[in-house]
């Protein structure tokens, strides 16, 4: 019996780790204009039909927090659309775990859709963007991204911001979708390939739409905050007992 409340407390923690549903009550509009994005860059197998459900298939807020450079040791951003009144002032771009102070652009105001910006982190944790040194320096190959609104400076880590809103929904490709981002070759969106969906308004404010910059980013991994993962555990550790308890 033991052994299998465990089993059951690593497949529940598993499980809310890999996806959230932030359901439809975390959109302005229920997720319509977030699907319709990626139903719109969706070629096959359906044209028009993603097979990433906006509702659904978030990463968990405890996931999406931070992130590092897979083994090549460079990443590319690209913009794939921005709804947006602050879409000529918004920038995006990531910062050190260990210090937000530390801020690196990858995309300023002026870009639009189809453009792309690379990101690599050498040994030193000197941040180069786009081939050139930004002269800013990070701990590691550990990051959060950031997005710069006339609003404020929002961070993916949520418990940073000053409204607490989660202002950045990521999507993990499945390996499915033949997508097509604007003037680029159609490919195939892999599980190496995230999109992230930003909300670039103060939440008071805010529409909750998750338009107002989407972008898509390759080789990169995210990396849980331990912390959350372990009060997770802790919550799944004690339903356990409590069932064995009662068996």
Same mark, same amino acid.
């Given at each position: =019996?033991?052994?299998?409340?465990?089993?059951?407390?690593v497949v529940l923690?598993?499980?809310?780790?890999?996806?959230?549903?932030?359901?439809?009550?975390?959109?302005?509009?229920?997720?319509?204009?977030?699907?319709? %994005?990626?139903?719109?860059?969706t070629v096959a197998? %359906?044209?028009?039909?993603?097979?990433?459900?906006?509702?659904?298939?978030? $990463?968990?807020?405890?996931?999406?927090?931070?992130?590092?450079? *897979?083994?090549?040791?460079?990443?590319?951003?690209?913009?794939?659309?921005?709804?947006?009144?602050?879409?000529?002032?918004?920038?995006f771009g990531v910062?050190?775990?260990?210090? *937000?102070?530390? =801020?690196?652009?990858?995309?300023?105001?002026?870009?639009?859709?189809?453009?792309?910006? *690379?990101?690599?982190?050498?040994?030193?944790?000197?941040?180069?963007?786009?081939?050139?040194?930004?002269?800013?320096?990070?701990?590691?190959?550990?990051?959060? +991204?950031?997005?710069?609104?006339?609003?404020?400076? +929002?961070?993916?880590?949520?418990?940073?911001?000053?409204?607490?809103?989660?202002? =950045?929904?990521?999507?993990?490709?499945?390996?499915?979708? *033949?997508?097509?981002?604007?003037? $680029?070759?159609?490919?195939?969106?892999?599980?190496?390939?995230?999109?992230?969906?930003?909300?670039?308004?103060?939440?008071?404010?805010?529409?909750?739409?998750?338009?107002? =910059? #989407?972008?898509?980013?390759?080789?990169?991994?995210? %990396?849980? #905050?331990?912390?959350? #993962?372990?009060?997770?555990?802790?919550?799944?550790?004690?339903?356990?007992?409590?069932?064995?308890?009662?068996?």
């Amino acid at each position: =019996m033991k052994k299998v409340i465990l089993g059951s407390i690593v497949v529940l923690l598993s499980a809310s780790l890999a996806a959230a549903d932030p359901g439809a009550g975390a959109f302005g509009d229920g997720g319509a204009a977030l699907q319709g %994005v990626l139903d719109g860059f969706t070629v096959a197998p %359906v044209a028009g039909d993603s097979s990433v459900d906006v509702t659904a298939d978030a $990463l968990a807020d405890v996931l999406d927090s931070y992130w590092s450079i *897979t083994g090549t040791g460079g990443s590319t951003s690209t913009m794939i659309i921005e709804i947006a009144g602050y879409a000529g002032s918004n920038k995006f771009g990531v910062y050190d775990k260990t210090d *937000t102070s530390k =801020m690196v652009e990858l995309f300023a105001g002026a870009a639009v859709a189809g453009a792309q910006a *690379t990101l690599s982190i050498k040994a030193d944790g000197s941040v180069y963007v786009n081939g050139g040194d930004s002269t800013v320096d990070f701990a590691g190959n550990l990051f959060g +991204f950031y997005l710069d609104s006339p609003d404020g400076v +929002f961070l993916s880590d949520t418990s940073k911001n000053a409204d607490s809103l989660d202002h =950045m929904f990521a999507y993990q490709g499945t390996d499915t979708d *033949t997508v097509q981002l604007p003037g $680029l070759a159609a490919g195939l969106w892999t599980d190496h390939e995230y999109v992230l969906a930003w909300e670039d308004l103060y939440a008071t404010v805010s529409d909750k739409d998750y338009t107002d =910059m #989407v972008l898509m980013i390759e080789s990169v991994i995210p %990396v849980p #905050v331990p912390g959350a #993962v372990l009060l997770g555990f802790l919550g799944l550790s004690a339903a356990g007992l409590k069932l064995r308890k009662r068996a």
